[in-house]
């Protein structure tokens, strides 16, 4: 019957999902009971027409002949419909299916693959995966970033595609070994492409591989750097003769060095044991070491030097050692070196064979450095001579009198309006005019127009009724011979008084000029003879104090301690009185402590070596200690930088200079030295509240040696650029300073 269903209605009826069938127009011709929720979901029932949405799919089913598939909800379920066209008729059989779990496993699926997507892309290596024909279907943004490329511009694709120059690469070999015997695999190799070193990690998986990997780039240059590192280590030791050696207890190792191999002459491989060590000592040092090292173990330095027989060759050495303990006072581990010193060992024997030579050249040294003082010192009275004769000069030149024509100097007499009316025979011989010639010509005509100004000037005071005595100009001649003259000019008067003429009395000083030049010539090179003599005294000074601190106590030294090395002998073995030898050991003791005063009055190491901020503090704490009473406090506004090297002996023999006076002669209790910089100079200050002096008459003395060591302080001061002063009163203390510029141009 048309409408009716045309398949068996007890199957639809037993299926616990959906069916229903329906006419082309939406129809409702049948459902089975386990549609009712629907029908009632939808307001529908049979005969009635089916929703819009079932109704185009519908139709799309009848117009292709293919079934059509449709989800829709009922509650809480999610169903889906598949719309079957039934051959031959007009309908279309429609079959539902409960898909709410398998909706939810596609739902927790997404969620799950999200969260691998998320912590793929957090992680800090580089992770791709890649299916059997190593194509890659994931890349993090962290890996595709290190390769140089994107997410985007990698998936789906075959990697040796991408990434051609690494075909039969280690990385190649590592996945296909991966892939193909499904184990994990590493590899390790540069890209030159990327100019890269990468480490990856294939693990096998389902469809491919997986692969973690990581750009090694700074950890291989790292590791090149330690290796070049060291290289340059075994290098250095091997040119300064100077091995190593660490040992740590818990791993029962002991390292030694290439050097110490071979300085030890033991090859590599050679068992590393005390015993080894104690045959290698020569025998007579044998008990010695090992008492050494036996105080090192309970936590004593070890610092000594010893023989060692090396084949038929015996070496001194020596051994430093740090060794490192547990809170239990148990040897944890230790680094030392071992440096040969043989050849040291052998210049210090002939050192010995050279100390009385080098006291001879001190002495000799010595008295070079009295003979260039002395040769200095008369230097300087040369020159006080020589400029007390020009001020001899220049007064005699002031007080001659008014002379005329018999005169030796030209002399000019001129009127009020400047025309010459008379001059003597030396004014024509100077000037190279004949009288007739000059006489009634205007003066100006002798003067030089670039002084025609002042010249005038002078001629005006001399019209008022001043004389002007000793102006130095110049003349002109009449060949245009420029003359250098020492004028003095003087009004005349006449019967009333009132000035008539002006008389200038002109003194050649063409002769006196050069002489000045070369005065002031010879001053500057006695100020440069005088610089460099304190910059050589200074330099053997250094080089002596040098000396004496490296080398001649540097050997009482090794003296002394083999002295007491001997003194510690003796008291265990009774061989010898100890007491002689400790008088031998506190002789030598006073000769090095005289040895360091001499080196340090010679020029105090410590400036070259730490610099003169520094020297300065230990140079008061020396006074303090020296003199007992006395209080020196420093302040510094200055850095060590800022300071020339030029200038830090200067400082430093000022500030010796001033302090031993105040502490000698004055009895100062306390002394404040001052060093700073302001702008562009250096400022230097020693102030004392001892007794003070007259400073006139210190100058004043007739015995050369007072105030000498006042004079050296101004004489260096100013050598070296700078100015100096003192101030003193008796009762009221001393104020000695100093300052330096040009501190850019230093």
């Not at 690494?166 to 990385?171: C, D, I, R």
């Not at 075994?234 to 050696?245: K, T």
């Not at 410590?606 to 520094?614: F, K, N, Y």
């Not at 800022?642 to 105040?662: F, G, M, S």
Request: proline share 3%; charged share 30%; hydrophobic share 35%.
């Amino acid at each position: 019957m048309e409408g009716q269903p045309l398949f068996s209605e007890s199957f639809p009826e037993e299926n616990p999902y959906p069916v229903m069938r329906s006419t082309r127009r939406g129809e409702l011709l049948y459902a089975n009971r386990a549609a009712g929720r629907l029908l009632e979901q939808w307001q529908c029932q049979v005969g009635a027409r089916l929703p819009e949405a079932v109704q185009s799919k519908l139709a799309a089913a009848l117009e292709n002949g293919s079934p059509q598939k449709l989800e829709l909800g009922c509650g809480e379920r999610e169903l889906e419909f598949v719309l079957v066209p039934v051959a031959g008729q007009d309908h279309v059989n429609i079959y539902g299916y409960d898909i709410t779990e398998h909706k939810s496993a596609q739902k927790a699926l997404r969620e799950a693959h999200e969260r691998l997507r998320k912590i793929m892309g957090s992680i800090s290596d580089g992770f791709m995966g890649l299916d059997r024909q190593c194509r890659v279907t994931f890349v993090n943004e962290k890996g595709a970033r290190d390769l140089g490329q994107t997410r985007q511009s990698m998936l789906g694709r075959v990697l040796w595609e991408i990434f051609p120059e690494a075909v039969g690469s280690e990385f190649e070999n590592a996945y296909r070994q991966a892939m193909n015997e499904r184990v994990a695999t590493t590899a390790e190799s540069y890209y030159l492409p990327l100019k890269a070193w990468f480490e990856a990690r294939a693990y096998p998986s389902e469809d491919g591989i997986s692969v973690f990997f990581r750009d090694v780039t700074d950890r291989k240059t790292v590791e090149q750097n330690l290796r070049e590192v060291q290289a340059d280590l075994n290098r250095a030791q091997a040119v300064g003769q100077i091995g190593s050696w660490r040992l740590d207890v818990q791993r029962d190792e002991l390292l030694w060095s290439d050097e110490n191999h071979r300085i030890f002459g033991l090859p590599r491989g050679t068992p590393l044991t005390y015993e080894t060590f104690l045959s290698i000592v020569y025998p007579e040092d044998r008990e010695y070491v090992d008492r050494k090292w036996t105080a090192a173990l309970r936590g004593k330095p070890y610092d000594i030097e010893h023989r060692i027989i090396v084949g038929e060759t015996v070496k001194w050495v020596r051994e430093r050692a740090e060794l490192e303990f547990d809170e239990q006072g148990g040897l944890k581990g230790g680094f030392g070196t071992t440096q040969d010193i043989t050849a040291r060992k052998q210049a210090e024997a002939k050192l010995k064979q050279s100390e009385e030579a080098l006291r001879r050249a001190n002495e000799q040294l010595e008295a070079m450095v009295r003979k260039r003082t002395v040769e200095l010192e008369g230097t300087v009275a040369t020159l006080k001579v020589e400029i007390a004769a020009r001020k001899k000069i220049q007064a005699q030149l002031h007080q001659i009198s008014r002379v005329f024509m018999d005169a030796a100097d030209p002399i000019i007499i001129e009127d009020l309006s400047g025309m010459i009316v008379d001059m003597n025979r030396e004014a024509e011989t100077a000037y190279e005019w004949r009288r007739e010639e000059l006489i009634g010509k205007s003066i100006t005509t002798l003067f030089l127009p670039e002084r025609l100004e002042v010249a005038m000037q002078m001629r005006e005071r001399c019209s008022r009724g001043e004389e002007v005595r000793n102006w130095e100009s110049s003349r002109k001649a009449k060949s245009g011979r420029i003359i250098p003259s020492l004028l003095t000019a003087f009004p005349l008067t006449d019967e009333s008084g009132g000035v008539a003429f002006v008389a200038t009395i002109c003194k050649d000083i063409s002769t006196r000029k050069k002489m000045e030049a070369r005065l002031q010539a010879s001053e500057l090179q006695l100020k440069e003879l005088t610089r460099k003599s304190l910059q050589a005294l200074e330099a053997d000074r250094r080089t002596v104090a040098r000396e004496l601190h490296d080398s001649v106590g540097g050997s009482l030294s090794a003296i002394k301690f083999g002295l007491e090395e001997k003194v510690e002998r003796t008291a265990d073995t009774g061989t010898c009185n100890p007491a002689s030898l400790e008088a031998i050991v506190s002789d030598l003791a006073d000769a090095i402590k005289e040895t360091k005063r001499i080196s340090a009055n010679l020029r105090p190491l410590m400036i070259d070596d730490l610099g003169l901020l520094t020297t300065i503090e230990w140079y008061a704490r020396q006074c303090q200690e020296r003199f007992g009473d006395i209080r020196i406090h420093c302040q510094f506004a200055v850095e060590e930088r800022e300071i020339p090297e030029d200038l830090k002996i200067v400082v430093y023999r000022v500030i010796q200079e001033a302090v031993t006076n105040a502490a000698r002669h004055s009895r100062a209790g306390t002394v404040r030295v001052s060093f700073g910089r302001q702008d562009n100079r250096l400022f230097l200050e020693i102030r004392d509240n001892g007794s003070g002096f007259d400073l006139s008459e210190i100058m004043e003395q007739k015995d050369p040696m007072m105030g000498h060591g006042l004079l050296n302080m101004q004489q260096r001061v100013e050598i070296s650029g700078g100015s100096f002063s003192i101030s003193s009163q008796a009762g009221e203390g001393t104020c000695v300073r100093a300052s330096f510029p040009n501190l850019n141009r230093r």
